[in-house]
């Protein structure tokens, strides 16, 4: 008969190992000449941590939002006592390593036909306080940058997208009205935004909201037959913007000026119809291209993460801190929407970005990254 088999699964409590390297000398018979085995590659010369453990912090704080001070405990009952103070070191060091790959990514951003676009506070450490900076996030089907910035002005959509051309999906926020210009990158709105103004303030006006909801819910049905069918960016799927959701955003356009003058400007249900006709010709700009999707809410998934890190470690300590986070987080968040491992993709790629040349500085980046 055969054996009964029953699985269950253990946890196995992580270790760190010492490595001990032994360099070979060789000396001539006169004595004058010694020749030494070359060393072992290290992260950064007389560093004691190798690219591992380097990686395994970037991505303890960067995937899991694990402050240094916590990640020390960890080490700590793993086998190895690490002051806060040697992982902020290991921290800053990989992100200045790595920094050209971050600045390769936005210069890919910057190029694409289009980009999603979006940003959020990040705390900065003062003297006796904090000051309020911002992480902004661009963004790709294939890379993520995030950019800090210490403060909230159009200047960090300028200096990435510059004078690109293309298209920027983003909020209505005006800081990116200097990249959406004539000669520069057409805005496309979300329909995301619409859907969550109506929903806050259904409370006020149920009926009028659950029809405004109704019609964007069924933009959004167009396009999950859209998927279903597997046509997703093909004509078949423009043929069924022009006809099907054409007459769906009519339909809520005559609806929207039907109802403006019936709540106060400044109402919650005032505020919600306002908003997609001040913003109609952006909201609309998916009817016109089939790779456009309805909203922006790839943006605000990818700022979740800096969200829980502000709650967990609280603030940067200072604006070149901000950037180390941003040049991390970038290539940790596009391991992600490429399904790579950040762990073996930054162990690997700390040695490997100290000798690989320039020019192919693109095989290093997560969605062309290949395991040696």
């Known amino acids: 008969l055969p054996d ?23 000396a001539c018979r006169c004595g004058q000449h010694v020749v030494v085995a070359p060393a072992p590659v290290r992260v950064s010369d007389g560093v004691q941590y190798g690219p591992g453990l380097h990686a ?63 940003e959020t506070p990040q705390p900065v450490l003062d003297k006796d306080k904090t000051h309020r900076g911002y992480m902004w996030n661009f963004n790709t089907d294939e890379l ?26 983003a ?48 933009l959004y049905e167009v396009e999950y037959e859209a998927a279903n069918q597997n046509l997703l960016g093909s004509d078949k799927h423009l043929a069924m913007r022009k006809v099907v959701s054409q007459r769906i955003v009519d339909e809520l356009h005559t609806w929207l000026v039907l109802n403006k003058d019936l709540f106060a400007p400044q ?13 109609w010709d952006t909201l609309i700009q998916f009817l016109e291209d089939p790779n456009l999707p309805l909203d922006n809410n790839m943006s605000e998934r990818l700022l979740r993460v800096i ?3 502000r709650k967990n470690f609280l603030f940067v300590g200072n604006n070149g801190a901000g950037h180390n986070l ?27 970005i100290q000798t690989h040349p320039q020019s192919q500085i693109d095989e290093l980046l997560p969605h062309k990254w290949q395991p040696p």
């Open 56 to 118: 395994n912090v970037v991505v303890s704080k960067c995937l899991d939002s694990m402050p240094l001070n916590r990640q020390a405990r960890s080490l700590s009952r793993a086998g190895v006592k690490i002051n806060r103070s040697s992982l902020c070191d290991i921290f800053h060091r990989s992100a200045e390593l790595l920094d050209p790959l971050h600045k390769r990514a936005l210069e890919i951003i910057k190029n694409a036909k289009y980009v999603r676009a979006d």
């Open 267 to 279: 109402s919650r249900v005032g505020k919600a119809i306002r908003y997609p006709l001040n913003h």
């Open 307 to 309: 969200a829980l890190g």
């Open 144 to 169: 993520v940058a995030y950019v800090f910035s210490s403060g909230r002005s159009g200047e960090t959509p300028a200096s990435v997208l510059g004078e690109s051309n293309g298209f920027l999906q």
């Open 326 to 352: 941003a040049v991390l987080q970038s290539l940790v968040s596009s391991c992600q929407i490429n399904d790579v491992d950040p762990q073996a993709y930054l162990t690997d790629v700390l040695i490997r």
């Open 4 to 26: 009964e088999v029953s699985y269950e699964y253990e946890y196995v409590p992580p270790r760190l190992v010492r490595r001990e390297h032994h360099r070979r000398k060789k």
């Open 171 to 218: 909020d209505a926020y005006s800081g990116y009205n200097r990249v959406t210009t004539p000669k520069g990158r057409t805005r496309v709105g979300c329909w995301a935004h619409v859907r969550r103004k109506f929903f806050d303030a259904k409370d006020h006006a149920p009926d009028e909201c659950n029809q405004a909801l109704g019609a964007i819910l069924a």
